[in-house]
Protein backbone atom coordinates (compact mmCIF):
# COMPACT_ATOMS: atom_id res chain seq x y z
CA UNK A 1 0.00 0.00 0.00
CA UNK A 2 1.18 3.30 -0.85
CA UNK A 3 0.30 6.33 1.09
CA UNK A 4 -0.17 9.63 -0.16
CA UNK A 5 -1.38 12.88 1.11
CA UNK A 6 -3.40 15.67 -1.54
CA UNK A 7 -3.06 19.57 -0.79
CA UNK A 8 -6.05 21.14 -1.89
CA UNK A 9 -9.72 20.18 -2.45
CA UNK A 10 -10.66 22.13 -5.05
CA UNK A 11 -11.43 21.08 -8.78
CA UNK A 12 -8.50 19.22 -9.43
CA UNK A 13 -8.28 17.80 -6.12
CA UNK A 14 -11.66 16.65 -5.81
CA UNK A 15 -11.03 15.09 -9.14
CA UNK A 16 -7.69 12.74 -7.82
CA UNK A 17 -9.45 11.71 -4.84
CA UNK A 18 -12.53 10.60 -7.35
CA UNK A 19 -10.13 8.69 -10.04
CA UNK A 20 -8.70 6.75 -7.10
CA UNK A 21 -11.88 5.88 -5.65
CA UNK A 22 -13.27 4.99 -9.25
CA UNK A 23 -10.14 3.42 -10.76
CA UNK A 24 -8.98 1.71 -7.50
CA UNK A 25 -9.02 -2.09 -8.64
CA UNK A 26 -7.32 -1.25 -11.95
CA UNK A 27 -4.24 1.58 -10.54
CA UNK A 28 -3.53 -1.14 -7.72
CA UNK A 29 -3.08 -3.98 -10.49
CA UNK A 30 -1.17 -1.68 -12.73
CA UNK A 31 1.11 -0.41 -9.75
CA UNK A 32 1.12 -3.51 -8.04
CA UNK A 33 0.14 -2.01 -4.53
CA UNK A 34 -2.94 0.08 -3.96
CA UNK A 35 -3.11 3.55 -3.23
CA UNK A 36 -4.48 4.86 -0.53
CA UNK A 37 -5.19 8.76 -0.02
CA UNK A 38 -3.85 9.06 3.98
CA UNK A 39 -4.67 12.75 4.31
CA UNK A 40 -6.37 15.66 2.69
CA UNK A 41 -5.16 18.93 3.47
CA UNK A 42 -8.15 22.19 3.14
CA UNK A 43 -8.77 25.14 5.49
CA UNK A 44 -12.57 24.96 4.50
CA UNK A 45 -15.05 22.36 5.60
CA UNK A 46 -16.07 19.27 3.49
CA UNK A 47 -19.27 17.22 3.74
CA UNK A 48 -17.89 14.01 2.19
CA UNK A 49 -18.10 10.07 3.17
CA UNK A 50 -13.98 10.73 3.54
CA UNK A 51 -14.39 13.79 5.80
CA UNK A 52 -12.05 12.58 8.62
CA UNK A 53 -9.24 12.16 6.18
CA UNK A 54 -9.33 16.08 5.92
CA UNK A 55 -6.30 18.10 7.87
CA UNK A 56 -5.89 22.12 8.48
CA UNK A 57 -2.35 21.52 9.43
CA UNK A 58 0.25 20.47 6.65
CA UNK A 59 2.71 19.18 9.85
CA UNK A 60 0.07 16.33 10.10
CA UNK A 61 1.49 15.30 6.85
CA UNK A 62 4.86 16.30 6.89
CA UNK A 63 5.76 14.47 9.98
CA UNK A 64 3.65 11.50 8.71
CA UNK A 65 6.27 8.93 7.73
CA UNK A 66 3.77 6.42 6.32
CA UNK A 67 2.91 9.22 3.72
CA UNK A 68 5.15 8.74 0.77
CA UNK A 69 3.73 10.98 -1.92
CA UNK A 70 3.07 14.32 -1.70
CA UNK A 71 0.01 15.79 -4.26
CA UNK A 72 0.13 19.34 -4.49
CA UNK A 73 -2.65 20.98 -6.51
CA UNK A 74 -3.43 24.28 -4.28
CA UNK A 75 -2.56 26.29 -7.22
CA UNK A 76 -0.67 29.15 -6.25
CA UNK A 77 3.24 29.82 -5.29
CA UNK A 78 2.53 30.38 -1.44
CA UNK A 79 2.20 28.46 0.38
CA UNK A 80 2.52 25.53 -2.03
CA UNK A 81 6.35 26.13 -2.38
CA UNK A 82 7.30 26.24 0.79
CA UNK A 83 5.13 22.40 1.31
CA UNK A 84 7.08 21.46 -2.41
CA UNK A 85 9.95 21.80 -0.49
CA UNK A 86 9.81 20.87 2.98
CA UNK A 87 7.88 17.21 1.42
CA UNK A 88 10.98 17.21 -0.57
CA UNK A 89 13.70 18.03 2.21
CA UNK A 90 11.84 15.37 4.02
CA UNK A 91 12.17 12.64 0.99
CA UNK A 92 8.57 12.30 0.17
CA UNK A 93 7.81 12.42 -3.97
CA UNK A 94 5.97 15.85 -4.51
CA UNK A 95 3.63 15.61 -7.77
CA UNK A 96 2.19 18.69 -8.83
CA UNK A 97 -0.38 20.21 -11.26
CA UNK A 98 0.54 23.76 -10.56
CA UNK A 99 2.38 25.61 -13.72
CA UNK A 100 2.66 28.92 -12.01
CA UNK A 101 4.98 27.06 -9.31
CA UNK A 102 6.63 24.74 -11.55
CA UNK A 103 7.61 27.51 -14.01
CA UNK A 104 8.80 30.14 -11.55
CA UNK A 105 10.16 26.97 -9.58
CA UNK A 106 10.92 24.24 -11.99
CA UNK A 107 14.66 23.99 -11.37
CA UNK A 108 15.12 24.81 -7.90
CA UNK A 109 12.69 21.72 -6.66
CA UNK A 110 13.67 19.68 -9.56
CA UNK A 111 17.66 19.91 -7.84
CA UNK A 112 15.81 19.29 -4.02
CA UNK A 113 14.20 16.10 -5.19
CA UNK A 114 17.68 14.90 -7.10
CA UNK A 115 19.17 15.45 -3.86
CA UNK A 116 16.57 13.55 -1.50
CA UNK A 117 16.79 10.58 -3.89
CA UNK A 118 12.86 11.39 -4.43
CA UNK A 119 10.63 12.44 -7.80
CA UNK A 120 9.20 15.90 -8.57
CA UNK A 121 6.55 15.54 -11.16
CA UNK A 122 4.22 17.78 -13.12
CA UNK A 123 2.37 16.54 -16.13
CA UNK A 124 -0.60 17.89 -15.25
CA UNK A 125 0.94 21.50 -15.17
CA UNK A 126 0.88 21.16 -19.01
CA UNK A 127 -1.60 20.24 -21.37
CA UNK A 128 -4.34 18.64 -18.76
CA UNK A 129 -5.06 15.48 -19.16
CA UNK A 130 -2.75 15.30 -22.66
CA UNK A 131 0.59 13.28 -21.51
CA UNK A 132 3.44 15.67 -22.48
CA UNK A 133 5.91 16.04 -20.13
CA UNK A 134 7.13 12.63 -20.15
CA UNK A 135 6.40 11.85 -23.80
CA UNK A 136 9.13 14.59 -24.19
CA UNK A 137 11.67 13.52 -21.53
CA UNK A 138 11.03 10.15 -22.21
CA UNK A 139 9.89 9.06 -25.67
CA UNK A 140 11.23 11.55 -27.64
CA UNK A 141 15.28 11.62 -25.55
CA UNK A 142 16.57 10.82 -29.19
CA UNK A 143 16.08 14.17 -30.66
CA UNK A 144 17.11 17.47 -30.57
CA UNK A 145 13.64 19.49 -30.19
CA UNK A 146 13.49 22.26 -32.87
CA UNK A 147 10.59 24.29 -32.09
CA UNK A 148 7.18 23.37 -30.04
CA UNK A 149 4.21 25.20 -30.45
CA UNK A 150 0.59 24.83 -29.15
CA UNK A 151 -2.68 25.58 -27.93
CA UNK A 152 -2.01 25.56 -24.18
CA UNK A 153 -5.02 26.62 -22.54
CA UNK A 154 -8.25 25.66 -22.75
CA UNK A 155 -10.27 28.45 -21.28
CA UNK A 156 -8.92 30.76 -24.19
CA UNK A 157 -9.24 27.94 -26.84
CA UNK A 158 -13.04 27.72 -25.81
CA UNK A 159 -13.53 31.27 -25.80
CA UNK A 160 -12.47 31.69 -29.50
CA UNK A 161 -14.37 28.44 -30.30
CA UNK A 162 -17.29 29.80 -29.57
CA UNK A 163 -16.57 33.33 -30.88
CA UNK A 164 -15.58 31.35 -34.38
CA UNK A 165 -18.24 28.89 -34.51
CA UNK A 166 -21.26 30.59 -32.85
CA UNK A 167 -20.44 34.04 -32.99
CA UNK A 168 -20.84 34.25 -29.08
CA UNK A 169 -19.28 37.62 -27.20
CA UNK A 170 -16.44 37.10 -25.54
CA UNK A 171 -18.08 37.88 -21.90
CA UNK A 172 -20.42 35.39 -22.52
CA UNK A 173 -17.99 32.80 -23.50
CA UNK A 174 -16.41 33.80 -20.48
CA UNK A 175 -19.13 32.90 -18.54
CA UNK A 176 -19.62 29.68 -19.70
CA UNK A 177 -15.49 28.57 -19.31
CA UNK A 178 -15.86 29.46 -15.65
CA UNK A 179 -19.22 27.34 -15.40
CA UNK A 180 -17.74 24.26 -16.54
CA UNK A 181 -14.77 24.73 -14.36
CA UNK A 182 -11.84 25.22 -16.76
CA UNK A 183 -10.78 28.66 -15.69
CA UNK A 184 -8.27 29.50 -13.18
CA UNK A 185 -9.49 31.44 -9.95
CA UNK A 186 -8.34 34.69 -11.45
CA UNK A 187 -9.99 34.80 -15.11
CA UNK A 188 -7.13 36.99 -15.97
CA UNK A 189 -4.50 33.91 -16.22
CA UNK A 190 -6.41 32.72 -19.18
CA UNK A 191 -7.26 35.32 -20.78
CA UNK A 192 -4.18 37.50 -20.38
CA UNK A 193 -2.16 34.89 -21.80
CA UNK A 194 -0.37 34.10 -18.37
CA UNK A 195 -1.05 30.46 -17.73
CA UNK A 196 0.13 29.73 -21.74
CA UNK A 197 3.24 31.75 -20.90
CA UNK A 198 3.61 29.17 -17.78
CA UNK A 199 3.08 26.26 -19.51
CA UNK A 200 5.26 27.18 -22.81
CA UNK A 201 8.32 27.82 -20.35
CA UNK A 202 7.89 24.60 -18.74
CA UNK A 203 7.89 22.83 -21.88
CA UNK A 204 10.95 24.97 -23.11
CA UNK A 205 12.89 24.24 -20.10
CA UNK A 206 11.88 20.80 -20.63
CA UNK A 207 13.35 20.93 -24.13
CA UNK A 208 16.35 22.93 -23.87
CA UNK A 209 17.84 22.13 -20.09
CA UNK A 210 17.80 25.85 -18.66
CA UNK A 211 15.00 27.14 -16.58
CA UNK A 212 13.19 29.78 -18.74
CA UNK A 213 11.34 32.28 -16.75
CA UNK A 214 7.74 33.42 -17.47
CA UNK A 215 8.60 37.11 -16.96
CA UNK A 216 11.50 36.69 -19.96
CA UNK A 217 8.38 35.74 -21.95
CA UNK A 218 6.44 38.18 -24.14
CA UNK A 219 3.16 37.39 -23.44
CA UNK A 220 -0.26 38.73 -25.19
CA UNK A 221 -3.70 36.96 -24.04
CA UNK A 222 -7.07 37.44 -26.25
CA UNK A 223 -9.06 39.93 -25.03
CA UNK A 224 -8.38 42.25 -27.86
CA UNK A 225 -9.93 39.96 -30.25
CA UNK A 226 -13.17 40.74 -31.62
CA UNK A 227 -15.66 39.22 -33.96
CA UNK A 228 -14.44 41.19 -37.03
CA UNK A 229 -10.97 39.81 -36.56
CA UNK A 230 -12.77 36.31 -36.42
CA UNK A 231 -14.64 37.25 -39.36
CA UNK A 232 -11.26 38.34 -40.93
CA UNK A 233 -9.63 35.06 -40.31
CA UNK A 234 -11.92 32.96 -41.36
CA UNK A 235 -12.66 34.85 -45.19
CA UNK A 236 -8.54 34.11 -45.64
CA UNK A 237 -9.01 30.76 -44.51
CA UNK A 238 -7.89 31.01 -41.07
CA UNK A 239 -8.80 30.78 -37.53
CA UNK A 240 -7.69 33.00 -34.35
CA UNK A 241 -5.88 30.67 -31.48
CA UNK A 242 -3.81 31.87 -29.06
CA UNK A 243 -0.47 29.79 -29.31
CA UNK A 244 2.52 29.44 -27.14
CA UNK A 245 6.16 28.78 -29.08
CA UNK A 246 9.68 28.28 -28.17
CA UNK A 247 12.37 27.59 -31.38
CA UNK A 248 15.85 26.72 -30.64
CA UNK A 249 17.81 29.54 -32.35
CA UNK A 250 21.53 29.07 -32.02
CA UNK A 251 22.74 26.00 -30.84
CA UNK A 252 26.00 27.47 -29.34
CA UNK A 253 24.40 30.00 -26.98
CA UNK A 254 21.53 28.19 -26.07
CA UNK A 255 19.39 31.39 -27.37
CA UNK A 256 15.93 30.95 -27.73
CA UNK A 257 12.70 32.24 -29.21
CA UNK A 258 9.69 32.14 -26.40
CA UNK A 259 6.94 34.20 -26.79
CA UNK A 260 2.76 33.29 -25.93
CA UNK A 261 0.51 35.44 -28.30
CA UNK A 262 -3.01 35.07 -30.36
CA UNK A 263 -2.04 33.97 -33.96
CA UNK A 264 -3.75 33.63 -37.81
CA UNK A 265 -3.17 29.69 -38.89
CA UNK A 266 -4.96 27.59 -40.90
CA UNK A 267 -8.07 26.26 -40.01
CA UNK A 268 -6.70 23.39 -42.08
CA UNK A 269 -3.68 22.80 -40.33
CA UNK A 270 -2.75 20.76 -37.25
CA UNK A 271 -3.16 23.26 -34.79
CA UNK A 272 -6.01 24.94 -36.38
CA UNK A 273 -8.47 22.33 -36.15
CA UNK A 274 -7.88 22.08 -32.32
CA UNK A 275 -11.17 23.53 -30.87
CA UNK A 276 -13.35 23.76 -27.20
CA UNK A 277 -11.56 23.03 -24.47
CA UNK A 278 -8.73 20.78 -26.16
CA UNK A 279 -5.21 21.39 -26.39
CA UNK A 280 -2.99 20.59 -28.54
CA UNK A 281 1.01 20.66 -28.72
CA UNK A 282 3.14 20.23 -31.80
CA UNK A 283 6.74 18.68 -31.22
CA UNK A 284 9.02 19.23 -33.59
CA UNK A 285 12.46 16.89 -33.45
CA UNK A 286 15.45 16.40 -35.61
CA UNK A 287 14.10 12.75 -36.24
CA UNK A 288 10.34 12.32 -35.01
CA UNK A 289 9.88 15.67 -37.32
CA UNK A 290 6.42 17.18 -36.22
CA UNK A 291 4.49 15.41 -33.46
CA UNK A 292 0.96 16.43 -32.31
CA UNK A 293 -0.36 15.94 -28.58
CA UNK A 294 -4.12 16.07 -28.42
CA UNK A 295 -6.56 15.88 -25.67
CA UNK A 296 -8.49 17.71 -23.01
CA UNK A 297 -6.48 20.51 -21.76
CA UNK A 298 -8.10 21.64 -18.98
CA UNK A 299 -11.00 20.00 -16.48
CA UNK A 300 -11.32 17.74 -13.47
CA UNK A 301 -11.39 14.37 -14.43
CA UNK A 302 -8.82 14.93 -17.37
CA UNK A 303 -6.27 17.16 -14.93
CA UNK A 304 -6.31 14.42 -12.12
CA UNK A 305 -5.64 11.70 -14.52
CA UNK A 306 -2.46 13.02 -15.53
CA UNK A 307 -1.51 14.13 -11.71
CA UNK A 308 -3.20 10.21 -10.79
CA UNK A 309 -0.87 9.25 -13.45
CA UNK A 310 2.40 10.85 -11.42
CA UNK A 311 1.74 9.19 -8.33
CA UNK A 312 1.54 6.30 -10.08
CA UNK A 313 4.71 6.75 -11.17
CA UNK A 314 6.21 7.98 -8.00
CA UNK A 315 5.70 4.86 -6.35
CA UNK A 316 7.36 2.94 -9.15
CA UNK A 317 10.65 4.79 -8.69
CA UNK A 318 10.48 4.52 -4.76
CA UNK A 319 13.35 6.06 -3.59
CA UNK A 320 15.30 6.67 -7.03
CA UNK A 321 15.09 9.65 -8.94
CA UNK A 322 13.99 10.48 -12.02
CA UNK A 323 16.64 12.19 -14.64
CA UNK A 324 13.91 14.23 -15.60
CA UNK A 325 15.45 17.78 -14.92
CA UNK A 326 17.05 21.10 -16.35
CA UNK A 327 18.89 23.51 -14.30
CA UNK A 328 19.45 27.41 -13.72
CA UNK A 329 22.29 28.97 -15.16
CA UNK A 330 21.54 32.36 -13.91
CA UNK A 331 21.06 33.55 -17.84
CA UNK A 332 18.25 34.90 -20.05
CA UNK A 333 18.27 32.42 -22.90
CA UNK A 334 15.33 34.27 -24.52
CA UNK A 335 16.01 36.37 -27.40
CA UNK A 336 14.25 39.65 -28.10
CA UNK A 337 11.19 38.70 -29.97
CA UNK A 338 11.40 42.31 -31.42
CA UNK A 339 14.56 40.60 -33.49
CA UNK A 340 12.53 38.04 -35.04
CA UNK A 341 10.02 38.12 -38.34
CA UNK A 342 6.62 36.91 -38.84
CA UNK A 343 3.71 38.15 -41.38
CA UNK A 344 1.28 40.24 -39.52
CA UNK A 345 -2.48 40.96 -39.88
CA UNK A 346 -3.48 44.52 -39.50
CA UNK A 347 -6.98 46.04 -39.32
CA UNK A 348 -7.45 50.12 -39.72
CA UNK A 349 -9.27 52.67 -40.69
CA UNK A 350 -8.88 56.16 -41.91
CA UNK A 351 -9.47 58.22 -45.10
CA UNK A 352 -7.66 57.19 -47.97
CA UNK A 353 -6.69 53.96 -45.77
CA UNK A 354 -5.90 51.79 -49.00
CA UNK A 355 -3.31 53.90 -50.50
CA UNK A 356 -1.29 55.00 -47.71
CA UNK A 357 -1.17 51.30 -46.45
CA UNK A 358 -0.05 50.90 -49.81
CA UNK A 359 3.08 53.43 -49.89
CA UNK A 360 4.03 51.82 -46.23
CA UNK A 361 3.80 48.25 -46.69
CA UNK A 362 5.19 46.02 -49.94
CA UNK A 363 3.57 42.86 -50.76
CA UNK A 364 -0.03 43.23 -49.17
CA UNK A 365 -2.99 40.96 -49.13
CA UNK A 366 -6.34 43.04 -48.59
CA UNK A 367 -9.10 41.01 -46.88
CA UNK A 368 -12.65 41.74 -46.99
CA UNK A 369 -15.72 40.73 -44.62
CA UNK A 370 -19.81 41.11 -45.16
CA UNK A 371 -20.67 45.04 -44.07
CA UNK A 372 -16.91 46.33 -44.00
CA UNK A 373 -17.89 50.21 -43.29
CA UNK A 374 -15.87 52.45 -46.44
CA UNK A 375 -13.40 53.52 -44.11
CA UNK A 376 -11.88 50.10 -42.97
CA UNK A 377 -9.34 47.59 -44.36
CA UNK A 378 -7.77 44.74 -43.02
CA UNK A 379 -4.43 42.97 -44.72
CA UNK A 380 -1.82 40.72 -44.00
CA UNK A 381 1.84 41.89 -44.83
CA UNK A 382 4.73 39.53 -45.83
CA UNK A 383 7.18 38.45 -43.39
CA UNK A 384 8.34 41.56 -41.25
CA UNK A 385 10.80 41.82 -38.79
CA UNK A 386 8.73 42.94 -35.34
CA UNK A 387 10.64 46.18 -35.38
CA UNK A 388 10.59 46.77 -38.68
CA UNK A 389 6.49 46.35 -38.34
CA UNK A 390 6.47 48.56 -35.01
CA UNK A 391 7.89 51.56 -37.33
CA UNK A 392 5.22 51.28 -39.87
CA UNK A 393 2.66 50.53 -37.89
CA UNK A 394 3.49 54.16 -36.69
CA UNK A 395 3.57 55.69 -40.08
CA UNK A 396 0.23 54.41 -40.32
CA UNK A 397 -0.80 56.72 -37.31
CA UNK A 398 1.34 59.91 -38.09
CA UNK A 399 -0.71 60.06 -41.56
CA UNK A 400 -3.68 59.64 -39.41
CA UNK A 401 -5.05 55.85 -40.27
CA UNK A 402 -6.32 54.29 -36.67
CA UNK A 403 -5.21 50.81 -36.14
CA UNK A 404 -7.68 48.60 -34.26
CA UNK A 405 -5.55 45.63 -34.11
CA UNK A 406 -3.33 43.54 -35.34
CA UNK A 407 -2.47 39.60 -34.79
CA UNK A 408 0.76 37.76 -36.00
CA UNK A 409 0.41 35.19 -38.56
CA UNK A 410 1.77 31.63 -37.79
CA UNK A 411 2.29 28.76 -39.74
CA UNK A 412 1.93 25.65 -37.79
N1 LIG B 1 -7.24 27.37 -16.77
C1 LIG B 1 -6.46 26.37 -17.39
C2 LIG B 1 -6.92 26.23 -18.84
C3 LIG B 1 -6.63 25.08 -16.65
O1 LIG B 1 -7.99 26.75 -19.16
O2 LIG B 1 -6.23 25.62 -19.64
C4 LIG B 1 -5.69 24.01 -17.06
O3 LIG B 1 -4.36 24.37 -16.89
Same mark, same amino acid.
Given at each position: MVNIAVLGHGVVGSGVVEVIDTNYGHIAKNLGQAINIKRILDLREFDVPYSYKFTKDFDDILNDDEISIVVEV????NPAYDFAKKALSRKKSVVTSNKELVAAKGAELLKIAKENNVNFYF????? *? *???IIMPMHSCLAANVIDEVAGILNGTTNYILTKMIRENMSFEDALKLAQHLG?????PSADVDGHDACRKICILASLAYGKHIYPENVYTQGITDISLEDVEYADNCGCVVKLIGRTKKLSNESGDILCMVSPAFISNQSQLGVIDDVFNGIMVRGNATGDVVFYGKGAGKLPTASAVVGDVIAAAKRFKTTESLTWED @??????? @????TSVPFYVRCKGENAESIICEIFDDIEFLSRKN?? @??EQAFITAELLESDFDSKIEKLSQK?????NYIRVLNY
Open positions: MGGIEASVG *G *GIPYAERN @DGKNHVV @DYKTKP @DNGIEVI
